[in-house]
Nanobody
Framework: VQLQASGGGLVQAGGSLRLSCAAS????????MGWFRQAPGKEREFVAG????????YYADSVKGRFTISRDNAKNTVYLQMSSLKPEDTAVYFC????????????????WGQGTLVTVSS
């Protein structure tokens, strides 16, 4: 499956953005999905994951309560709603297919799409 993240941009601290991850080539409906991010000079880190139906979600502690992951299987798209953004949220955000529910490591994900840059100014 080919994944493409979009929706990034420049936002002030405290603001909001919604990222989208669109799939082509195959339906996403049968896959657990994840969002990751990579800040300059840092390792890629897990942000959020969602089960196939959208009922089960899980988050990194750093974004819990501020970010919400969701999916629309009819549109073959996964979303990441980001609120109360902080400068430390600045990163390139990626979506990927997870190898299983609850997985958080990068090696437990595949089909990495091109990321989208989120910049949060203070």
């Amino acid at each position: 499956v080919q994944l493409q993240a979009s929706g990034g941009g420049l936002v002030q601290a405290g603001g909001s953005l919604r990222l989208s991850c669109a799939a082509s080539g195959r339906t996403l409906s049968g896959f657990v999905m994840g969002w990751f991010r990579q800040a300059p000079g840092k390792e890629r880190e897990f942000v959020a994951g969602i089960g196939v139906s959208g009922t089960f979600t899980y988050y990194a502690d750093s974004v819990k309560g501020r970010f919400t992951i969701s999916r629309d299987n009819a549109k073959n798209t996964v979303y990441l709603q980001m609120s109360s953004l902080k400068p430390e949220d600045t990163a390139v955000y990626f979506c990927a297919r997870s190898h299983g529910l609850g997985r958080r490591a990068t090696y437990e994900h595949s089909d990495w799409g091109q990321g989208t840059l989120v910049t949060v100014s203070s």
